[in-house]
């Protein structure tokens, strides 16, 4: 499975950008989809999650309410609509990929992409 996130940049606080990320491979139809990100000297850690028929999502209690995950028509396509951003919400975001249920630890994720940044001024 390989994975190409997009949609990255820089937007003041209480903006709004999506990242996207598209998935190749195998079938990717059948993975639960994750984003995490990455701020500068912190962990990876995880934002959000939806399953492979996008019906079941789950978020990071820090981006809840304001973060919207959701897969595409297709399934090889997921979304994170940002929205009410915040300085702390910069980082390098990526997505993930697993076959099987939703997960939130890094480790449980086999696929990864490269990373998008998403920089948000104050």
């Known amino acids: 499975v390989q994975l190409v996130e997009s949609g990255g940049g820089l937007v003041q606080a209480g903006g709004s950008l999506r990242v996207s990320c598209t998935a190749s491979g195998r079938t990717v139809s059948n993975c639960a989809m994750g984003w995490f990100r990455q701020a500068p000297g912190k962990e990876r850690e995880f934002v959000a999650a939806?399953?492979?028929?996008?019906?079941?999502?789950y978020y990071a209690d820090s981006v809840k309410g304001r973060f919207t995950i959701a897969r595409g028509n297709a399934k090889n396509m997921v979304y994170l609509q940002m929205n009410s951003l915040k300085p702390e919400d910069t980082a390098v975001y990526y997505c993930?990929?697993?076959?099987?249920?939703?997960?939130?630890?890094?480790?449980?994720?086999?696929?990864w992409g490269q990373g998008t940044q998403v920089t948000v001024s104050s």
């Open positions: 939806v399953s492979w028929g996008g019906e079941n999502t």
């Open positions: 993930a990929a697993r076959y099987g249920p939703i997960r939130t630890l890094r480790y449980e994720y086999n696929y």
